[in-house]
């Protein structure tokens, strides 16, 4: 593996977790919303802009993969609602 292709393969596989269980979370509790996902994601964008600790290159990969999976989700969710 390159040393650029294990990031790709952290980024891809962190995102697509998230995403998948973002959406597992809305089919088995409907009354997950748009608002919570939100509301999550300024957390998740509070602990990136958090870094004074540290984190390394592999966690802001994921941290990075997580804030886009919630991003993308939000955006499925309220082309779902037009």
């Given at each position: ?43 998740l ?14 966690q ?9 999976a919630y ?12």
């Amino acid at each position: 593996m390159s040393s650029t292709a294990w990031k790709e393969h952290v980024y891809e596989e962190n995102y697509a977790k998230t995403l998948i269980s973002l959406e597992r979370r809305k089919e088995q509790d409907p009354s997950f919303t748009v608002e919570e996902a939100r509301g999550v994601l300024k957390h998740l964008y509070i602990q990136d802009g958090n870094n004074w600790v540290g984190r390394g290159e592999l966690q802001d990969i994921v941290m990075s993969a997580t804030i886009d999976a919630y991003e993308r989700f939000i955006e499925m969710l309220e082309a779902a609602t037009r």
